[in-house]
């Protein structure tokens, strides 16, 4: 009974090369180039996997374009059962006026069989505030979903 209680939270295997659509949704960091209900299509995303921790990289266009504005494309991660949670920390400083900002990227999803659907919220955090800085505690959220080839 405990060994079937506990299987639940096992992590399942994540592991694969997703292609991804994605959907802008509110934009509360009031991020300069974003606008709500924009899409995209075809985004590569690889996952790899060693038992509950995961590191999911963007790939492409989309990957090159995170990581000149980031300064990395790599989500570090865990798996429980089917939902993964991962973290990308900005490491570029982002200004657009007189307020200095990093973003941190919080990836929450779910695999069900080969496909992912989940949510990307967007932070920033401030170095240098100033007026022109992003709302504390902002988020701006992307939802996404997509699959992976079948095993």
């Known amino acids: 009974m ?20 994605t959907t802008n949704g509110a934009n509360g960091c009031q991020f300069s180039m974003w606008t709500p209900g924009a899409t995209a299509t ?11 921790d995961f590191t999911a ?6 990957g090159a374009l995170v990581e000149y ?16 949670h991962a973290v990308l920390v900005g490491t570029r400083n982002l200004m657009p006026g ?28 401030i170095v240098t505030a100033a007026a022109d800085c992003p709302p504390a505690g902002c988020k701006s959220t992307v939802s996404f979903n997509g699959t992976r080839p079948p095993r």
């Open 2 to 21: 405990l060994a079937a209680g506990c299987a639940s939270d096992a992590p399942v295997n994540v592991a694969g090369n997703y292609t991804l659509a």
């Open 42 to 52: 075809g985004i590569p995303l690889t996952v790899t996997q060693q038992e509950s």
């Open 98 to 125: 007189q307020c200095v900002y990093k973003v941190t990227g919080t990836m929450n999803g779910t695999l069900v069989g080969d496909a992912l659907t989940g949510t990307l919220d967007l932070s920033a955090v």
């Open 69 to 84: 504005a980031l300064g990395s494309r790599i989500f570090i991660g865990t798996v429980s059962g089917a939902n993964l």
């Open 57 to 62: 990289e963007i790939g492409g266009l989309t």
